[in-house]
């Protein structure tokens, strides 16, 4: 089994910065694409950015240029650093793996952006 574990969430202010980390069980080139994603209270989960083992990574537009994903394929871990907050930022960010069979989701870690 492949599990995925998502830490360094917690509450920082507006304009603050944060980095996430995502450790995989397994080797990450047993997945297509890492991915990080984010689900507010009462909205849908949405795609925040994604890196393809081939290719150019994906950002939604509302963190492009804020945002980053990286990946240390020899660590088997992933990375979003995340600049300049923002309130709206606040949501449960989960990492994903993506495979044709539908990937591994971590748990969630909270990021909470406020004063």
């Known amino acids: 089994q492949g599990q995925l574990v998502e830490s360094g969430g917690g509450p920082v202010q507006p304009g603050g910065s944060l980095r996430l980390s995502c450790a995989a069980s397994?080797?990450?080139?047993?997945?297509?694409?890492m991915a990080w994603y984010r689900q507010a209270p009462g909205k849908e989960r949405e795609l925040v950015a994604k890196?393809?083992?081939?290719?150019?990574?994906h950002y939604a537009d509302s963190v492009t240029g804020r945002f980053t994903i990286s990946v240390d394929n020899a660590k088997n871990m992933v990375y979003l650093q995340m600049n300049s907050l923002k309130p709206e930022d606040t949501a449960v960010y989960y990492c994903?793996?993506?495979?044709?069979?539908?990937?591994?989701w971590g748990q969630g870690t909270q990021v909470t952006v406020s004063t």
């Open positions: 397994e080797s990450i080139f047993m997945f297509d694409a």
């Open positions: 890196r393809p083992r081939w290719g150019s990574s």
């Open positions: 994903k793996g993506d495979r044709p069979d539908g990937g591994a």
